[in-house]
């Protein structure tokens, strides 16, 4: 078999597949659907919606396998990555880079196989929709339309999730923060009304005396640290906001979860 290839695009490839947080999406449903939709209308028992780490293909969505994850370094998807197109290979024991593949040489021995790369936003290649049959075949032009536009579907809905996350995220904070503003309009009553007092004990003539100059200079210092931490966890909010809202608005992939 040969080496399996890398695409020119693996580092950014890799950061973008995490940054959406494909990864840490269990099989689920949704991409099952698109998987059993693949088969039926290509006419093949097997269909994978494919996520590839540096390690491991991930099937996010599968029909026909009970499998649920497979060596980067086995089979076809690898490939199809490396490309933006559909690769169809009508006969895996024709191609000699197929032809003595774990999966085409053994169970469940593949001898047809067509995928389409599931692209980002980016352009990188996440993974891929394949279909896969134990007979050589071709696939209609119709059924290679339908096979690309279920990737596109497949990229779409990993984009909607991660918006998804996103959104909860940005009403988490919404949350945090009417919290601080109620703990701001109570906590700076204390140093306020103390201020306040100060100022009282000030000459009506104007300036402050040394009394109300030490009795400001104490209740700056007695409050300094709970406003100074009220203060650093609005900054930190305010960045947060920013961030998410550049997230949603330019549609670029962002950590999952709070740093």
Same mark, same amino acid.
């Given at each position: 078999m040969a080496a399996i290839p890398w695409p020119g695009d693996e580092i950014e490839r890799l950061a973008e597949l995490h940054a959406l947080g494909a990864l840490e999406v269990v099989p689920h449903a949704d991409f099952s659907a698109i998987a059993e939709l693949?088969?039926?209308?290509? !006419?093949?028992?097997? @269909?994978l919606v494919n996520l590839i780490d540096a390690e491991r293909q991930h099937f996010k969505g599968h029909f026909g396998t009970a499998e649920v994850s497979m060596d980067r370094q086995v089979a076809f998807c690898?490939?199809?990555i490396c %490309? /933006?197109? $559909? =690769?169809?290979? /009508? *006969?895996? $024991?024709? *191609?000699?880079?197929? /032809?003595?593949? &774990?999966?085409?040489a053994g169970e469940p021995y593949v001898r047809f196989y067509a995928g389409v790369p +599931? $692209?980002?936003? &980016?352009g990188h290649g996440l993974g891929t929709v394949c279909v896969m049959d134990h007979r050589p075949r071709r696939l209609s032009p +119709? !059924? /290679?339309?339908? =096979?690309?536009t279920l990737a596109t579907a497949a990229a779409a809905q990993l984009q909607a999730r991660h918006h998804g996350e996103v959104l909860q995220r $940005?009403?988490?904070?919404?949350a945090r923060e009417v919290g601080l503003l109620q703990r701001l309009a109570g906590d700076l009553r204390a140093p306020l009304a103390a201020l306040h007092a100060c100022l009282k004990v000030s000459d009506d003539g104007g300036g402050l005396d040394a009394a109300a100059e030490h009795c400001m200079a104490q209740a700056l210092v007695r409050h300094r640290a709970p406003l100074?931490? =009220?203060v650093e966890e609005l900054l930190l909010l305010a960045g947060m906001n920013s961030h998410l809202a550049a997230v949603l608005r330019? %549609? !670029?992939?962002? @950590?999952?979860?709070?740093r």
């Open positions: 693949a088969a039926h209308l290509c !006419q093949t028992p097997i @269909a690898p490939y199809t %490309g /933006r197109a $559909l =690769l169809e290979i /009508r *006969d895996a $024991l024709d *191609d000699e880079r197929f /032809r003595d593949d &774990a999966v085409v +599931v $692209l980002s936003a &980016a +119709v !059924q /290679r339309r339908t =096979l690309a $940005l009403r988490t904070v919404t100074t931490e =009220l330019e %549609g !670029q992939p962002a @950590a999952t979860r709070p």
